[in-house]
């Protein structure tokens, strides 16, 4: 059964940092592209970030460009998200997502096989 386990979430203030971990198990992820999104209350959830295969070709929303960094360590099948300068309007359900498509990257909920749980992550003001 294929898992994807989100954990380092939390309450911050604003203009701090946190690192959400994404761990993969039941299956190897290592050729296959992933990525986060994130869904606030009453909205729709929304890309955050996502990253190839390799690790060496990502993409960001524009709202969190400069300030969120997606990276993957495929030999303990895992991938991060470093959040920097949090804004309060970052305040969400943060969701790991992986695709078994070969190539490209994930950049919309349907193009997503397998989520995680889903991990909180509040700013405070």
């Known amino acids: 059964q294929v898992q994807l386990v989100e954990s380092g979430g939390g309450l911050v203030q604003a203009g701090g940092s946190l690192r959400l971990s994404c761990a993969a198990s039941?299956?190897?992820?290592?050729?296959?592209?992933m990525a986060w999104f994130r869904q606030a209350p009453g909205k729709e959830r929304e890309f955050v970030a996502t990253?190839?295969?390799?690790?060496?070709?990502?993409l960001y929303a524009d709202s969190v460009k400069g300030r969120f960094t997606i990276s993957r360590d495929n030999a303990v099948n895992t991938v991060y998200l470093q959040m920097n300068s949090l804004k309060p309007e970052d305040t969400a359900v943060y969701y790991c997502?992986?695709?078994?498509?070969?190539?490209?990257?994930?950049?919309?909920?349907?193009?997503?096989?397998?989520w995680g749980q889903g991990t909180q992550v509040t700013v405070s003001s």
């Open positions: 997502a992986a695709s078994t498509t070969l190539g490209g990257l994930v950049l919309r909920t349907g193009a997503v096989d397998y």
């Open positions: 039941g299956r190897t992820f290592s050729h296959y592209p």
């Open positions: 990253i190839n295969w390799s690790g060496g070709n990502t």
